[in-house]
């Protein structure tokens, strides 16, 4: 097959779980055989990993990471009457997890060169029912947690983060799940680090938190008897097999995120000045879970990528007080609405090649030139 025509997927899952298929399949025979599918020795284990991983005190495994979301507004009980900040620009799920706790998001702009939530419009934003400011660590790269801390102490908020796109990303030296009261992460199969199905985190330095997250992800049982429940919970848990698939995984995800970063290098250097990859804050070590540049004729561009074979996304096409389901938030923020126009995501994969970058970045040559 000559190189020219070599085409380029979006995401290349099976080459990143190909690898450990039959580990995979030992794992499962294992849980299979144990039968403890919920609450097995995996999960626990998995947990204990993480948190070491991500430098903080406890994780708690949960079913995905909106659940992960949702259970630490709930374990910080915010609720009705509450706002919680949210960036425009995010997946969706960061609002839905404000709205299913009975609180109102409050959107809020980007800033113009990472795409991430601007601290100071976040400042501007709070009143007097506002209650925590969820920073998003979209794309890979963590939010100005500098910034943001100096703004959630002014006003003695909590700073959540959504770490859903960020395993294994640093600002300022500090890993992400580290910084704010709590973080939520998702396991989804195509995240950084991603299950083979659902599956998601709360990560904290808070052992009192985590353990009130535990059990409201557990029918509220209580902690002295299992026959009885204290707390109104719900269920969103872990599983064993993807805890056993995850803890597989875990010793590569340094790996593979150091392939993204050198992939996203490598399309830095060779992109036309007409594609503008998103910037990245002096002082955060980015992840690049999608490499997001910014494009003038997007259609156009998109339209090549699909003749050429390669895969692209949008993240995200609409802002999320723009979108049809959210229409009473709907105001005017002007970043990240423009940008909603021009962003386009790259393929990036851990084991995308440099071949293959090549290859991205002359097909965006001969569209864009
Ligand atoms: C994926 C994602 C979520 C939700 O995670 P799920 O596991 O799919 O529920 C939340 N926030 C962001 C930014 C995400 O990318």
């Known amino acids: 097959m000559s190189d020219q025509h070599e085409p380029v997927p979006f995401l290349d899952l099976a080459g990143v779980n190909g690898a450990l298929r039959a580990e995979f399949e030992r794992a499962y025979s294992e849980v299979l055989g144990h039968g403890r599918f919920i609450n097995g020795p995996e999960v626990g ?31 910080l009980g915010i609720g009705p009457g509450d706002e919680v900040i949210v960036p425009a620009n995010t997946f969706i799920a960061t609002a839905e997890a404000v709205l299913y706790v009975g609180a109102r998001p409050r959107f809020v702009d980007v800033l113009p060169d990472t795409l991430l939530l601007d601290p100071d419009a976040a400042d501007a934003a709070v009143n007097k029912n506002t209650a925590a400011i969820i920073g998003v660590h979209l794309f890979g790269q963590m939010v100005d947690t500098d910034r943001l801390l100096e703004v959630t ?56 938190l985590a353990a009130k997250i535990r059990r409201l992800a557990d029918h509220g049982r209580s902690a002295d008897s299992r026959f009885h429940h204290d707390l109104r919970g719900r269920n969103s848990r872990l599983d064993s097999v993807q805890a056993a698939a995850l803890s597989l995984k875990l010793p590569g995800l340094d790996q593979g995120n150091a392939g993204r970063v050198r992939a996203w290098e490598q399309y830095v250097n060779e992109l036309p000045p007409t594609v503008r990859p998103v910037t990245r804050h002096p002082k955060a070590e980015a992840v690049y879970h999608v490499a997001v540049v910014e494009v003038d004729e997007r259609d156009k561009v998109c339209t090549a990528l699909d003749e050429a074979g390669i895969g692209w996304g949008l993240h995200y096409k609409t802002p999320c007080h723009l979108d049809s389901a959210y229409s009473e938030f709907k105001e005017s923020l002007p970043v990240a609405e423009a940008a909603a126009d021009r962003i386009l995501s790259l393929p990036m994969s851990p084991t995308l090649t440099e071949r293959q970058v090549s290859r991205v970045c002359e097909v965006l040559r001969s569209v864009t030139a």
Do not use: W
């Open 45 to 75: 284990r998995f947990e204990a990993e993480y948190a070491e991983y991500c430098q903080a005190r406890a994780a708690v495994g949960v079913g995905n990471g909106t659940d992960a979301l949702e259970l630490i507004l709930a374990g």
């Open 153 to 208: 102490r002014k006003h003695s908020l909590a700073f959540i983060e959504d770490a859903a796109q960020a395993h294994g990303a640093r600002f300022a030296g500090q890993r992400a799940g580290s910084v704010g009261v709590a973080a939520g992460f998702s396991f989804y199969p195509g995240k950084n680090l991603g299950a083979l199905g659902d599956g998601g985190a709360v990560v904290t330095q808070d052992a009192e």
